[in-house]
């Protein structure tokens, strides 16, 4: 029997090539392709066929399509009535899009004290490329002038491609996806594509749906394949996000 096998791309491959997800391995779980590049037009074609990069140092582009997939749908999130009393009670203040490189490169710092980081050199490289280009954006969570927590991602059409958060205080991860999903459902975003399934992802309301699922909503909501423009200019208090 023959084994199956991940295809290799070459950086001469045009960007929007990619093997098709059904045929991404069972183990490890979603594994398709390695090679290529991450350049923003061959990212830009995997986020929207429902790819995604990740990989260390040392080891080539791997890029990755698992079944299922976990989501976020924003009207779905989770807030326990404790984080709502924390949160109205609390003074740290959100942005969007105003350190999008200290986001990525806090959230590269929290893998590295897990042995080993995915946000390698070039990842950070080729987001803030995407960052510059309109595509890729931030939300910062600040206690003062101190960045304690965040989270960046993709944005295409009406869907959110998460990447990574952090968070250096209590709570201040799940304060910055309420900050995300509070714009995300005000514009009525399909989805916030939480990749892979993890104990703090399900705690806030994420689930798992069919992998083919996902690629149908994508093809939808990622059709018209548009900048979303809509994000605040000014920083906002935690405690006014939540309805009284």
């Known amino acids: ?129 995407l960052h510059a280009g309109g595509w890729a954006h931030s939300v910062e969570i600040r206690a003062d002038s101190r960045l304690v927590g965040g989270i960046y991602g993709v944005c295409i059409g009406k869907v959110f491609f998460g990447e990574s958060m952090f968070s250096h205080c209590d709570h201040a991860s799940k304060f910055a996806m309420l900050a995300l999903c509070q714009v995300l459902l005000r514009n009525q975003f399909a989805l916030l594509d939480c990749q892979v399934i993890s104990p703090h992802l399900l705690s806030l309301g994420a689930h798992q749906i069919p992998r083919r699922t996902f690629t149908d909503i994508l093809r939808a909501s990622c059709a018209n394949r548009s900048q979303f423009r809509g994000w605040p200019t000014i920083s906002l208090p935690i405690a006014g996000l939540l309805a009284k």
Do not use: H
């Open 1 to 129: 029997m023959n084994r199956p096998r991940v295809e290799w791309l070459s950086p001469l491959d045009p960007p929007e090539y990619f093997p098709d997800v059904e045929s991404a391995l069972r183990e490890p779980d979603g594994l398709l392709a390695a090679g290529g590049d991450l350049s923003s037009e061959r990212l830009l074609n995997a986020y929207a066929s429902g790819i995604f990069p990740w990989y260390e140092d040392g080891q080539p582009i791997l890029w990755w399509s698992p079944d299922p997939r976990c989501v976020l749908r924003p009207a779905e999130l989770r807030i326990s009535r404790r984080l709502r009393q924390y949160a109205r009670r609390s003074t740290l203040t959100c942005s969007y899009n105003q350190d999008f490189g200290a986001v990525i490169r806090a959230c590269a710092g929290q893998r590295k004290s897990q042995q080993g980081t995915w946000i390698t050199s070039a990842m950070i490289a080729a987001y803030e490329e």
